[in-house]
Structure formats: C-alpha cells, structure tokens
C-alpha cells in the first residue's frame, strides 16, 4: 500500500510528469545533436581521424574502415544504432588509443567528479558567508576591499589562475607537483594514498575554485541588501534577537534562495573551466582527455565525454529542479 501510494502521489503527479517529459526531450534532441555535428563537419571523417596515425590509408582500407564504423548506412540507421549503443552502456571504441570509449572515460571519470564538487562545495561555502558578512557590513572598510578584491578576480580566467598557479607554487616555489593526480610508481595506500591524492589535487582546486568565488559572492551580497530591507528583520530586531541569528538564520536563509537556481548553471561553467585547468595541470580527469581526444580527432571518444557531460549537467540541474519546492514551499511551478 505504501508502494502505491509513492507511486500515485509522486510518480504519477503532474509535476513529475511535466519534469520527466521535459528532460527525455531534452536528453534526446541534445544526444541526435552529438550524433549529428561530428557527421557535418568539412572534410572526410575518416582521413580526420586516421590522417594522424603513421598508416598508409589505401581504398581497400578506407572501405574496410567506413563499414567498420557504420557509416556506409543511411543515417537514420546510423542514429539508431548509436542510440541502441548507448542504451546498453557502449559508449564506442577508440581506435586512436585502442580501448574502449566507456572504459576511457569511466577511468577520468573519478578524478573529475573530485575536482568539480570539491570546487563546488568548497566556493559555495566561502561565496555565501563572505557575501553575507560583506552585506552586513556595508559600504565599511571590509566590504569595499572584498568587493574590489572579489570584481578583481573575477575578471581573470581560471585558466590565467591555473599557470600562475603553476608558475609561483610548482615551478618557482616547489611546493606542490607539476602534474598529475599521483605521484609516479609511488604504490601508496591507506592514508599516505589519500595524502598523495590531496597533495596534488590542492592547486588544480585552488585555481578553479578561486575563480567560482566571486560570482557566488556577488550573488549572495546582492541578495543580501535586498533582504535586509524586508520587515521580518526589523521585526526580529524589534524582539531583541540576536544579530548573527538575524544574520544567519533569518537574512542570509531566505537571501541564499537566488543561489539554488544558480547551481544547474554553475556546474556547466564548473566543467568548462575544468577542461583548461586539467589540461594545465596534466590532471587526469575528463578535461585532459578532451584535449588529448580533440587533438587527435578522435571522434569516437570526443562524442562519448559530450555525452557523459551533458547527462551530468541534466542529472544535476533535474535534482535541482525537483528539490527546489522543498527549498522554498512558495515556489509554484508554471
């Protein structure tokens, strides 16, 4: 009975409905649109990807590698089968590296999930207290230099952030390593695993993580002096609370709604800026094996990391928009 209530109430509600249907359309058009692009581009796609191997591509073999990868069939039969591909977890193979699209990508994978939601969480976190705190103490001496500071870096790249990264701390100081997510033949475990890890994940996350603060911040501090103006804070002052439980619980909770809608687009700038600070710091995530796919025109492998990234961004964005009423009950739903 508990079942069926679930599924009445929940998985049959028009909401849900509404948020499924929209999703699958999505999920679809954008997945016939990686199938789609690669087939448009000028050129032959197969001398695009085999031109960079040290291999003579007689007809013999160029016929051989058009029915190998499928593309003697009318498209929409080639559509068809990629999407059945993709229905049972075969993402392709790549035959630049020789191994299997899924397992290349679910070996990135790990690394890149790390780096992007520790980043997330750790400039949300310094975002909102340091945009709460600078609203609070508006136009002081505080606030005007965090807010110089914050509109500072916020004009420069992640990518500029991750070679002066790299050039102070790794190449001039020698603090931290140069590359890579482990150190080389090291054959760590336990804790001294989980130190290597962190050792050589502390700049690549410092520099992308620098630079999501400031938009969380502005945001946040934004909010803030609108919310301060609202009578439920004089109210609560007029009751003799607190100042930071009216800071805290009371401004900053109803101020930091605005950043929940933000979340979906954040974790799309989030693995953009990923790209070029793996690249950067030779980190073994998804970002690194982009470039390495793109500069070898491997199109097998560039399709299944465009296909993993944007099923993570829907994932994310279809959490936030199923959980957002629960954030704020007055939220209705168009």
């Known amino acids: 009975m508990l079942t069926l209530f679930v599924f009445r109430k929940y998985i049959l509600s028009k909401r849900w409905v509404k948020i499924v249907t929209v999703y699958l359309m999505t999920v679809f058009i954008l997945l016939f649109l990686n199938f789609l692009l690669p087939r448009l581009l000028p050129g ?6 085999y031109s960079g191997q040290e291999m003579l591509i007689t007809d013999e073999l160029y016929n051989e590698l058009i029915i ?3 593309l003697d069939k009318p498209l929409i039969e080639q559509f068809y089968i990629y999407i059945t591909q993709l229905a049972h977890g075969d993402l392709g193979y790549s035959y630049i590296s020789h191994a299997s699209t899924t397992g290349l990508i679910m070996e990135a994978l790990p690394w890149t999930l790390l780096l992007v939601f520790s980043s997330f969480i750790l400039s949300s976190i310094a975002g909102i207290i340091l945009g709460v705190e600078s609203s609070w103490r508006r136009g002081g001496r505080f606030d005007r230099s965090l807010l110089m500071f914050m509109l500072l870096i916020d004009g420069i790249p992640s990518l500029a952030l991750g070679i002066m990264f790299l050039t102070v701390f790794s190449l001039y100081c020698g603090w931290f390593p140069t590359a890579g997510a482990l150190t080389p033949y090291s054959d760590a475990t336990g804790i001294s695993y989980v130190i290597d890890v962190l ?9 992308i993580t620098l630079s999501q603060i400031p938009g969380d911040y502005l945001l946040i501090r934004n909010s803030m002096l609108l919310t301060i103006r609202e009578p439920f804070v004089l109210t609560a002052r007029a009751k003799g609370i607190k100042e930071r439980r009216i800071k805290y619980l009371h401004t900053a909770r109803n101020a930091i709604l605005p950043f929940f809608t933000r ?23 998804l970002g ?10 491997d199109l097998p492998l560039m399709q299944g990391i465009f296909t993993i990234s944007v099923l993570l961004v829907l994932v994310v964005n279809i959490i936030v928009d199923i959980s957002y009423k629960k954030i704020d009950p007055r939220i209705e739903y168009a």
Do not use: C, K, Q
């Not at 974790?267 to 070029?276: A, C, M, N, P, S």
């Open 199 to 207: 050792w050589h994940l502390i700049l690549p996350l410092g520099a």
């Open 288 to 297: 690194l094996l982009t470039y390495e796919a793109i500069s070898n025109r």
């Open 44 to 49: 032959d796609v197969i001398i695009a990807m």
């Open 263 to 285: 979340i979906g687009i954040r974790i799309v700038y989030v693995i953009t800026g990923v790209l070029f600070i793996e690249t950067i710091f030779a980190y073994p995530g």
């Open 68 to 70: 190998l990868h499928g």
